[in-house]
């Protein structure tokens, strides 16, 4: 477990900012700081597996990022939104390795200048991304309390200790095993599909206006 003797290991936030997202995680500054260490170690293994190196330094600078945010109070799970960040810094280091390989082998070596269409298909990645995001809370905030809070129960484990989470959620739910994989199934393509509308109707509607615009 950290404690505030940590705070020099655990990022480059600001000791204010770095209380701010305490305090968002959890009123009992104990209770807290396990927090912050089960979604950094958490934020640890993701960018292990996903070969980002040093992950721990990667780590930290999603957590510092959300620390820094003025919103922060409006942020509802900070775990959840700790992995949309992540997986953004993930395709960040990702394109920005892809240009410094292409630099390194062009013919003007590192001096030439990168693409700038390069810059505007990451912009449009992240756009998509952040409406994707948008539309799966939209249809998780549809969904019946009992079958959002499940859905949530049984996806928020990770690695190695999933199973385990999800026997226990499923005695507690008086479910066998397989039953509650088939229930999750069902639900999980019941977001799917409400993902999947909730996008076509923003597409429809941009169209919609990039026609209106054209014809005026």
């Known amino acids: 477990m950290m404690d505030g003797s940590s705070v020099a290991k655990s990022g480059t936030a600001s000791r204010d900012a770095l209380s701010g997202l305490l305090v968002c995680l959890d009123a009992d500054a104990g209770k807290a700081w396990i ?7 958490r934020l640890v293994k993701f960018f292990e597996c996903s070969c980002c190196w040093p992950a ?3 780590a930290d600078e999603v957590l510092d990022r959300i620390a820094k945010r003025p919103d922060i109070r409006q942020i509802r799970d900070i775990a959840s939104f700790a992995v949309g960040v ?7 280091d990702h394109k920005r390795t892809q240009r410094i390989e292409y630099l390194d082998g062009s013919p003007a070596g590192a001096d030439a200048l990168a693409d ?8 449009v990645e992240q756009i998509d991304e952040e409406v994707r995001l948008r539309c799966l809370k939209k249809c998780l905030a549809e969904m019946p309390a009992a079958e959002r809070d499940l859905v949530l129960a049984y996806y928020s484990a990770e ?3 999933h199973h385990e989470h999800r026997k226990a ?7 066998k095993m397989d ?6 199934n069902r639900s999980r ?3 799917e599909r409400c993902v999947a509308q909730c996008l076509a109707a923003r597409r429809s509607k941009l169209s919609a206006a990039d026609n209106s615009a054209s014809q005026q």
């Open 35 to 41: 927090q912050y260490d089960l979604i950094r170690r």
């Open 56 to 58: 721990e330094e990667y």
């Open 86 to 92: 992540a997986r953004n810094l993930r395709l960040e």
């Open 116 to 123: 700038p269409h390069d810059f505007q298909r990451d912009i």
């Open 159 to 161: 690695g190695l200790k």
């Open 169 to 175: 959620l499923a005695q507690r739910q008086g479910l």
């Open 179 to 184: 039953a509650l994989r088939v229930r999750m």
């Open 189 to 191: 393509e019941k977001l």
